[in-house]
């Protein structure tokens, strides 16, 4: 039993995930509190006159875009999972150099970087002020920080010193605070207040010095070893099995894909009539709770007995807590947890990503912030 041996000695935790990436997170209740308390202090203007040919005016929006790349956009992902069934205002994701078309000045433009440094945020930012929307950053610092002081745009600047994927309850708690702040009715703090003290207890039962026979996330680590993970989830928790995807790929350094109910039983089930000896391969991670819609409920079983006669293992993961926000969180952190853990069975360091940082090394090359810098200066001058 060397997997469970590993798990279960904290000087073998420590000296794997030797930047602290478990410690990060055991503080995400802790940050879920300051993220809330942070953007209720942001002062939002009635307008802000950029420069002689442009003025911002804000008030409630009509839709909402959240611009970000990577752990900077699963904040959005998860706000527009909350909110889409709730609230009758369009929340969309970019995750590009520009705006979709109908961005206009009735769109409220969230241009969310942590670093503050990425090219993709800085170019939505600034193509979001020139068509007048209601701009506003999030970010720790960098170009976005300097960006948003010299347009005199509002922005929230949030703490630094962690990655950006540990960094989601302020790139996403902080979104409907602000949205609140520009008349959209939301009852933030009051669901945010439960999913704390879900994640509370939650950090309780994952943490290292938990032993793994009470420890869901180090028990799921150890089932998922060995195997590509594929999470399934289902309408408020698409953006929740995305996020699951992501930090396998990012935490524990190996290839892993995410689906959604209804729609992958109208394509994706059907890869399952692959060879064993490919199907073997995969294993299965289902996002669940005590309250889906039958109709939902009928397609997982049907999948789930699928899936146990062709992957190598089906595990089930339910969501804790009452309200929506508690219970997506609550999948949230069971995923990142176990994600960390199976970078330790791994033995590998959860936090650095080497092929990422060499992409974005080779991106410099084309001195793409240098020309976002001229066109900023350019809508200064009324250009």
Known sequence: MREITVLDRLEDIGRIDESGMLKACMMIPKHCRDAVRRAEQVEMPRDVRVS?????????????????????????????????????????????YVLPAYADEDTLVFAVSYSGNTEEALSALLDAVNRGCMTVAVTSGGHLLSFSEKLRIPHLRIPSGVPPRVAVPYLFLSLPILMERMGVPLKTAEEAEEAVRVLEKLCEETSPQTPTAKNLAKRLALELEGTVPVVYGFRHYEAVAHRWKTQFNENSKIPSRYDVFPELNHNEVVGWEAPETVTKRFSVVLLRERDEPPEIRVRIEATKRLALHRAQRVLEVHARGEGKLAKMLSLLHVGDLTSIYLAILRNVDPTPTVTIDGIKSEMRKLDTIGKLKKDMNSILCGI
């Open 52 to 96: 002689e040919g442009v003025t911002i005016r804000y008030r409630r929006p009509r839709c909402v875009l959240i611009a970000g790349m990577g752990g900077s956009a699963i904040g959005g992902e998860i706000l527009r999972d909350w909110l889409r069934y709730e609230v009758p205002i369009p929340v969309e994701v970019c995750r590009d």
